[in-house]
């Protein structure tokens, strides 16, 4: 498990890292990889990157979260996940009429873009990628 973050200032940054998988494996990992920084301006749309790279093969329960926080905010939200082959645009928040799935997990691709963008929508994005087991 491993979590690509975005900090988003007008839009803004990027961790990579690596983390061992629960597991029996001891070895097996994953790696996430985002942008750094993004910059989009309001009205504007922006493609929020993930791609990831997995020492085991694409397993059917991958699954996909993107999560926000808010700049000056503690808490998180969830506003996407994809699982079970299908993409869902969590029901909170203003992201969900705005929110579009370009990635595939296939071609290790986790992707999203946010559309029409807000003065609001500064802050921190996270990309977490499981490949069970």
């Known amino acids: 498990l491993l979590m690509g973050t975005i900090p988003v200032p007008g839009f803004p940054a990027v961790l990579t890292g690596l983390c061992p998988l629960a597991g029996p494996s001891p070895t097996s990992s994953i790696h996430v990889y985002t942008q750094r920084e993004v910059h989009g301006t309001v009205g504007s749309h922006v493609t929020l990157s993930c791609s990831f790279w997995s020492s085991e093969w694409i397993s059917e329960d991958i699954?996909?979260?993107w999560h926000f926080q808010a700049e000056g905010s503690r808490d998180s939200i969830s506003i996407f996940h994809y699982a079970k082959g299908q993409p869902y645009i969590d029901d909170?928040?203003?992201?969900?009429e705005r929110m579009e799935w370009v990635g595939n997990p296939h071609r290790k691709d986790g992707s999203i873009v946010i559309h029409n963008l807000d003065y609001t929508d500064n802050g921190t994005f996270t990309c977490d990628v499981k490949n069970p087991p």
């Open 92 to 96: 909170v928040g203003s992201f969900k």
């Open 63 to 65: 699954s996909i979260t």
